[in-house]
């Protein structure tokens, strides 16, 4: 009897402290007032766009097939190292807005299966 006893104590330790866990990881994800806040996710995510910005400068503009060659930085969101690679981009009016030995920041991401520029800006 005394097993059974404490095979039980041991399965509400585990419920309980599951449950807690779960209630500190909802807890933090909640606003000031203690309610989720779309504008509190609005500004994380505007937030994480910028912070995600990697800064490059421009190779090469290959209008006709739509593409960048940027030598880059660290491209934290796709854990990869600084390089020199070509990459599609989502407008192609973005290629308009750049030449060979521009300086940018931009955002890749995985779209369809290959590297795709979606965010661009070019420094001054």
């Not at 104590?9 to 007032?33: D, N, R, Y």
């Not at 203690?34 to 504008?39: I, Q």
């Not at 934290?76 to 990459?87: S, Y």
């Amino acid at each position: 009897m005394k097993k059974i006893q404490k095979v039980a104590v041991i399965a509400l330790m585990v419920v309980m402290l599951g449950s807690a866990g779960v209630a500190v990881h909802a807890q933090g994800t909640k606003g000031v007032e203690g309610t989720n806040s779309s504008s509190d996710k609005t500004m994380a995510t505007a937030s994480a766009s910028t912070e995600s910005m990697s800064e490059g400068e421009v190779k090469k503009v290959d209008a006709s097939g739509g593409k960048l060659t940027i030598k880059h930085g660290p491209l934290a969101n796709l854990d990869m190292g600084a390089m020199t690679m070509v990459f599609r981009v989502k407008d192609p009016e973005m290629l308009t807005q750049v030449k060979e030995g521009d300086k940018i920041k931009f955002i890749a991401e995985k779209v369809n299966g290959a590297l795709t520029v979606t965010s661009l800006q070019v420094l001054k």
